[in-house]
């Protein structure tokens, strides 16, 4: 029982950091609806997830921030069980046709619903992205630097080494996180087969975007895109 109150509080630490950009701590979340325990139990019960390594305490205060495992079984779930998220998205209205054309209309058609980059390449040979959606969100101005990151590492096609060794099966979903000078990316990524080309689609963005929607709309797109 107390597994499942850890995981139902892990996750509303998740998507509040997620939506708001914003650290946690007790007495937050005691004023949500979502929560009912008292703040001594909220305290309880995020020290128990921190020394899981699921959260953390910068600079050494009462608050919290995920870290790359809380990531790790967030996407886990998501993946598992991604259609109870489906029902926000059943407007959406995939052009397959065009997106069969080749490699490029794959991702011009999938970029217009994602949140961030998407990227596909051929090993050395192909190399191609759109730019960064959705840059200019509210939530998102302040991390100019992971922006900048991210930009120069798709550009310098680091995403290649990082991917291009993965034993994949082809339109299998995976994901990796890619850390360096203390910024964390989220590739979301698929080997996929199109016109006789063996190449890999891959959604990047950084920790703090919408993981949910991601995820929701790849999977979507690949259904419709096979059948």
Known sequence: MKEDKLKKLLWIVIEHYIDKWEPIWSKFL??????????????????????EWLLYQPYNSAWRVPTK??????IDSILL???????????????????????RSIVE????????????FLKED??????????????????????????DFIEHKHIIPEL???MLKHWKIYYSFIESDEKLISALYTKILVNSYDAMLCVLWPSRV??????TILKKFMNSFLW
């Open 30 to 51: 005691h004023t949500l609806d979502s929560t009912d325990y008292a703040p001594s139990t909220l305290r309880k019960y995020l020290n128990l997830l921190e020394q």
């Open 69 to 74: 495992e809380w990531l790790s079984n967030y």
């Open 81 to 103: 069980v991604s259609q109870e998220w489906n029902e926000q998205f059943d407007e959406m209205a995939f052009d397959v046709d065009y997106a069969r054309n080749d490699l």
């Open 109 to 120: 058609t999938l970029w217009e619903w994602m949140d961030w980059a998407v990227v596909w």
């Open 126 to 151: 192909e190399y191609y992205y759109l730019w960064i959606n959705n840059l200019l969100k509210e939530n998102l101005l302040s991390d100019v630097e992971t922006t900048k990151y991210l930009i």
């Open 164 to 166: 291009d060794t993965k």
């Open 210 to 215: 919408d993981h949910k929607k991601n995820v």
